[in-house]
Every structure is written in C-alpha cells, then in structure tokens.
C-alpha cells in the first residue's frame, strides 16, 4: 500500500507553473521533516525543498524565489508550487519523508518544460 502519493506533474512551457501534490498517510504525514527531491535522466537525485511538521521550509539556490513548499494537516498533503519554470527543472520529481523506522519515498512524478 502506496504511504506517499505524488500528482500534478506535466508538459509546461518555460515560463509556466505547475503544482505537485503529495498525499500521505497520517502516519507518515506527522513525520518531523518531507521533502521534494528531484531525479533528471542521467543526474542523481538532488534535494529541492524541505517542510518540517512545523512549517519551515527550506530551498535549494536554484529554486529559491520560484518554487514554494506547503503543507495541509487536514489533509496530510504537501505541496510543491512552481513558477517560472525553466527546462532546466525537467525531472521525475519524488516526496519523501524521514520517519523514526527510515526514509519513506512516493513514485514520482514527471514534470517536463518544454516549448
């Protein structure tokens, strides 16, 4: 059974916005820190923003100003705002979340800027 559950990827313009979804369990959302990371074909996977269950966020330099991180307790979902996008953001983007037992991750989602 899926414990994190990403949506809202898709064909952009440069220029464009999406917004990434990640549902999770109410276990797994009450885990001390989730994040967004990030996997282009043929790079490693790199960080690209955090949320502690407090709120706090924290941000990659090269999305600092374009992408936002959010969270909803009442429905046990992060979000990932992105504007400005630019080709260089195409990527499987991938929630996770570090919990007491170990990092849990989503499937991913394929976010692609294109013209």
């Known amino acids: 059974q899926a414990q994190l559950v990403e949506s809202g990827g898709g064909l952009v313009q440069p220029g464009g916005s999406l917004r990434l979804s990640c549902a999770a369990s109410r276990v797994i959302f009450s885990s001390p820190l989730m994040g967004w990371y990030r996997q282009a074909p043929g790079k490693q996977r790199e960080l690209v923003a955090t949320?502690?269950?407090?709120?706090?966020?924290n941000y990659r330099d090269s999305v600092k100003g374009r992408f936002t991180v959010s969270r909803d307790n009442a429905k046990n979902t992060i979000y990932l705002q992105m504007d400005s996008l630019k080709p260089a953001d195409t990527a499987v983007y991938y929630c996770?979340?570090?919990?007491?037992?170990?990092?849990?991750w989503g499937q991913g989602t394929q976010v692609t800027v294109s013209s």
């Open positions: 949320i502690s269950n407090g709120g706090s966020a």
């Open positions: 996770n979340a570090i919990t007491p037992t170990g990092v849990i």
